[in-house]
């Protein structure tokens, strides 16, 4: 009877050590397959947050880039009008100096046409002078200036 009790402890023990074994190995098992899942799942948690964080990043981003978009396009229609401004004004500028150089042009014209004159009105003024007593008019008409005549009446008399 000792051998038969010691036979069934023996066969219970085995069977105890296989069922500890097997339960062992389940639980290694199944741990070895859920740490990995739960490690996995915190990591995708920190990789959420951090595409969060990034979309929000970009959205402050495309913000910004819009706003000085804008900003950059005002200031093109601002240096698109001053341009015109200034092409409006060089055109002027051109006219400008086109009139001041034909202007310049008739002033010579006008002047060689006095010296013309004063040429012709002083030969004119000398051949009365020669023959006789010029008027006043005619002094002042060939005097240079003010002076010349009152030096000139000054001189008659």
Same mark, same amino acid.
Not at 54 to 67: S, V
Not at 77 to 97: F, P, R, T, Y
């Given at each position: 009877?000792?051998?038969?009790?010691?036979?069934?402890?023996?066969?219970?023990?085995?069977?105890?050590?296989?069922?500890?074994?097997?339960?062992?190995?389940?639980? *290694?098992?199944?741990?070895? %397959?859920?740490?990995?899942?739960?490690?996995?799942?915190?990591?995708?948690?920190?990789?959420?947050?951090?595409?969060?964080? &990034?979309?929000?990043?970009?959205?402050?981003? =495309?913000?910004? &880039?819009?706003?000085?978009?804008?900003?950059?396009?005002?200031? %093109?229609? %601002?240096? &698109?009008?001053?341009?015109?401004? *200034? @092409?409006?004004?060089?055109?002027?500028? @051109?006219?400008?100096?086109?009139?001041?150089?034909?202007?310049? =042009? !008739?002033? $010579?014209?006008? !002047? $060689?046409? *006095?010296?013309?004159?004063? $040429? *012709? &009105?002083?030969?004119?003024?000398?051949?009365?002078?020669?023959?006789?007593?010029?008027?006043?008019?005619?002094?002042?008409?060939?005097?240079?200036?003010?002076?010349?005549?009152?030096?000139? !009446?000054?001189?008659?008399?």
């Amino acid at each position: 009877m000792k051998k038969n009790v010691s036979q069934s402890i023996n066969g219970l023990l085995r069977r105890h050590s296989r069922v500890a074994l097997l339960t062992a190995s389940s639980l *290694i098992l199944v741990s070895g %397959a859920i740490l990995p899942a739960w490690r996995q799942v915190v990591l995708a948690d920190q990789y959420q947050d951090q595409i969060n964080a &990034l979309q929000t990043e970009n959205a402050n981003n =495309r913000a910004a &880039l819009d706003g000085l978009e804008s900003q950059a396009e005002s200031y %093109a229609d %601002a240096i &698109l009008k001053l341009q015109q401004q *200034i @092409d409006g004004l060089q055109h002027s500028i @051109d006219e400008n100096m086109k009139l001041q150089a034909d202007l310049q =042009r !008739q002033i $010579a014209e006008a !002047q $060689a046409e *006095i010296d013309r004159q004063r $040429a *012709i &009105l002083a030969s004119d003024v000398k051949a009365m002078y020669v023959d006789g007593n010029p008027s006043s008019l005619e002094m002042l008409a060939t005097s240079k200036n003010l002076s010349d005549f009152v030096d000139k !009446q000054e001189y008659r008399s």
